[in-house]
């Protein structure tokens, strides 16, 4: 099974089609649809990566955390169901990204990728394969997934990582980087919390708030 930096470096940084190497997507807008061909049978964990990776990476891509928060959303409810395979509405496999922002994008997160690549490998499957594991992964994702929808300023880039780390376990049944996803997305949600704290109490964050008790 080809790796998803190699998958991805063949399909957006590949100048000419080649037949013997893969699919190559050469036109100016990528849909949805187009990335979900690629994916092959790792569907969920596939999907799960490359749609968090625009705002898990510190790389600007605006306009995309909400919608891809939402597909994202989606996925994590269907984990949680114990789906075999993810299903989208159409509308929202018609959604596009112009193929240049994805090979921005795609090149920023080679060095990384291919550096985690390097520690993959199936180990603590359970927690990638079983319902119950896969369950807390939904769980995971599905929160993430609405600190992501938030329009608000510092509620995307660590719950995407989240979601992005989880979704590469997932490709390899590497249950330990999953895991690894989780404690990401638990620091995700405290980040959120305190910001949503923050706009509510005016402004004070819930750092301040537990600080303020402690020591009135």
């Given amino acids: ?4 930096s190699t998958d991805l470096e063949r399909a957006f940084l590949t100048p000419v089609p080649n037949p013997t190497d893969g699919e190559v997507l050469t036109q100016q807008l990528v849909s949805l ?3 979900l061909q690629l994916a092959g049978e790792r ?3 596939f999907l799960l990566a490359v749609l968090a990776l625009p705002s898990a990476l510190p790389l600007p891509a605006p306009g995309y955390a909400t919608p891809f928060g939402i597909v994202l959303l989606l996925l994590g ?3 949680l169901i114990g789906a075999a395979t993810p299903w989208l509405p159409p509308r929202l496999l018609k959604r596009t990204m112009p ?3 994805i090979q921005k994008i795609v090149r920023t997160a080679l060095p990384w ?3 985690i690549e390097l520690i993959s490998r199936p180990r603590l499957r359970p927690i990638c394969t079983t319902r119950g594991g896969r369950w807390g992964l939904g769980v995971a994702v599905s929160l993430m ?7 608000i300023p510092g509620t995307n880039t660590i719950p995407a990582m989240g979601i992005f780390t989880i979704g ?3 490709l390899d049944d590497d249950g330990l980087i999953s895991l690894a996803g989780v404690v990401i997305s638990l620091i995700g949600l405290a980040v959120t919390t305190s910001i949503l704290v923050a706009l509510a109490w005016g402004g004070n964050s819930l750092l301040d708030v537990l600080r303020a008790w402690l020591h009135p």
């Fill in 113 to 115: 990728l291919r550096r």
């Fill in 77 to 79: 409810w269907q984990l």
């Fill in 99 to 101: 193929r240049s922002q």
């Fill in 168 to 170: 590469f376990g997932l």
């Fill in 1 to 4: 099974m080809a790796k998803l």
């Fill in 43 to 45: 569907t969920f964990g």
């Fill in 145 to 151: 997934a609405i600190s992501m929808i938030l329009p």
């Fill in 33 to 35: 649809e187009d990335i």
